[in-house]
């Protein structure tokens, strides 16, 4: 099942991250010579299982939010590149961790690291990532750029601890759940942003104008993933068509079918996620509950609202280049549905 929707400005041209990977480039050579450095070790595991998730084929959009917010206000120097591999390497640390928690076996089509090592093997390289993240921090030596991005962590730790707190509760709430992905993943967003500007030396109104366009496309970013879930296609999403509700994960297009069903439609929901009945049938039935409620349209509405506040967020900086492909990674972002 497609959902189309409109893109607003750019419903005439298939939104891209092209612009902004052809003016980051340079500086993501950089960036992946250092990850491949830096994911180094005599431990024969550690290069192994990072290697297994660095080259799997993401887009490194964190990293590259990172290199464009600096070059933005103007920023020349090695540090964008140490803060981005920092990023990064945060980021797939925070996927091993994640894959032990929900006990994935698919990440990106490819097995999990953790099905391959274990459990202990996939968070051990996870610290050790991060680890190296923070030394990357330390030599850039912006104790600004060093507080966002240990903020970012810790909170990224407490959404993790959240997440499990909600986990198959059918009575989590919409607030609940948003509270969940801001930390998440939209708090590592706004951090790659954020730290940009600061080691360009832009003003507060500069470094606010990049913390809220991350956080806002961060949400963004999730709400459609939560989307792709139920309405996209196997082979974009590097995973199954309903992997969430065989996972028994509660998402916004979930939350929203189960307030607005009937109480036997509220008991099949709690049967499935909180009972563990996810079979073909059942994800059928949960597709069309998601239909019939309008939850995937509801949950893009969302998604398109927060986008619109990261684009809000940049209107007062100065045009260039680098401020049109950020917001073309804003339209890109909620093009995945179609």
């Given at each position: 099942?497609?959902?189309?929707?409109?893109?607003?400005?750019?419903?005439?041209?298939?939104?891209?991250?092209?612009?902004?990977?052809?003016?980051?480039?340079?500086?993501?050579?950089?960036?992946?010579?250092?990850?491949?450095s830096k994911a180094g070790s005599d431990v024969q595991m550690i290069p192994e299982v990072a290697n297994h998730l660095i080259s799997s084929g993401g887009k490194r959009l964190r990293p590259m939010l990172t290199l464009a917010?600096?070059?933005?206000?103007?920023?020349?120097?090695?540090?964008?590149?140490?803060?981005?591999?920092?990023?990064?390497?945060?980021?797939?640390?925070?996927?091993?961790?994640?894959?032990?928690?929900?006990?994935?076996?698919?990440?990106?089509?490819?097995?999990?690291?953790?099905?391959?090592?274990?459990?202990?093997?996939?968070?051990?390289?996870?610290?050790?990532?991060?680890?190296?993240?923070?030394?990357?921090?330390?030599?850039?030596?912006?104790?600004?750029?060093?507080?966002?991005?240990?903020?970012?962590?810790?909170?990224?730790?407490e959404g993790e601890v959240l997440q499990l707190s909600v986990a198959k509760n059918m009575e989590t709430t919409e607030d609940d759940y948003l509270q969940v992905i801001r930390a998440k993943t939209a708090a590592l967003f706004?951090?790659?942003?954020?730290?940009?500007?600061?080691?360009?030396?832009?003003?507060?109104?500069?470094?606010?104008?990049?913390?809220?366009?991350?956080?806002?496309?961060?949400?963004?970013?999730?709400?459609?993933?939560?989307?792709?879930?139920?309405?996209?296609?196997?082979?974009?999403?590097?995973?199954?068509?309903?992997?969430?509700?065989?996972?028994?994960?509660?998402?916004?297009?979930?939350?929203?079918?189960?307030?607005?069903?009937?109480?036997?439609?509220?008991?099949?929901?709690?049967?499935?996620?909180?009972?563990?009945?996810?079979?073909?049938?059942?994800?059928?039935?949960?597709?069309?509950?998601?239909?019939?409620?309008?939850?995937?349209?509801?949950?893009?509405?969302?998604?398109?609202?927060?986008?619109?506040?990261?684009?809000?967020?940049?209107?007062?900086?100065?045009?260039?280049?680098?401020?049109?492909?950020?917001?073309?990674?804003?339209?890109?972002?909620?093009?995945?549905?179609?």
């Amino acid at each position: 099942m497609g959902v189309v929707i409109p893109l607003g400005e750019n419903k005439n041209k298939q939104a891209s991250v092209k612009p902004l990977v052809d003016l980051t480039s340079s500086g993501m050579d950089r960036v992946n010579q250092l990850i491949l450095s830096k994911a180094g070790s005599d431990v024969q595991m550690i290069p192994e299982v990072a290697n297994h998730l660095i080259s799997s084929g993401g887009k490194r959009l964190r990293p590259m939010l990172t290199l464009a917010s600096a070059a933005m206000f103007g920023y020349q120097g090695d540090s964008d590149v140490k803060l981005a591999t920092s990023v990064e390497f945060m980021h797939t640390a925070t996927l091993l961790h994640d894959d032990v928690v929900d006990e994935s076996d698919l990440r990106r089509g490819k097995s999990t690291a953790r099905i391959i090592w274990g459990n202990q093997a996939s968070v051990l390289v996870g610290d050790f990532l991060l680890g190296q993240a923070f030394k990357m921090m330390v030599e850039v030596g912006s104790l600004d750029a060093l507080d966002v991005l240990a903020t970012a962590a810790s909170v990224i730790a407490e959404g993790e601890v959240l997440q499990l707190s909600v986990a198959k509760n059918m009575e989590t709430t919409e607030d609940d759940y948003l509270q969940v992905i801001r930390a998440k993943t939209a708090a590592l967003f706004a951090a790659a942003s954020e730290v940009g500007p600061i080691i360009a030396n832009a003003d507060r109104a500069g470094r606010n104008a990049l913390k809220s366009y991350g956080m806002n496309l961060g949400l963004a970013f999730q709400l459609v993933d939560d989307v792709l879930d139920y309405g996209g296609k196997a082979a974009d999403l590097g995973k199954n068509v309903g992997d969430d509700f065989r996972e028994g994960k509660i998402t916004l297009p979930v939350i929203l079918a189960y307030r607005r069903g009937t109480q036997e439609e509220r008991q099949f929901w709690r049967d499935a996620i909180e009972g563990g009945e996810t079979d073909a049938a059942q994800l059928e039935k949960a597709l069309g509950l998601i239909s019939k409620y309008g939850s995937l349209g509801d949950t893009i509405q969302r998604a398109l609202h927060y986008g619109t506040i990261a684009r809000d967020a940049l209107a007062p900086l100065p045009e260039s280049a680098w401020k049109d492909a950020l917001l073309e990674v804003i339209d890109f972002c909620v093009a995945r549905i179609n």
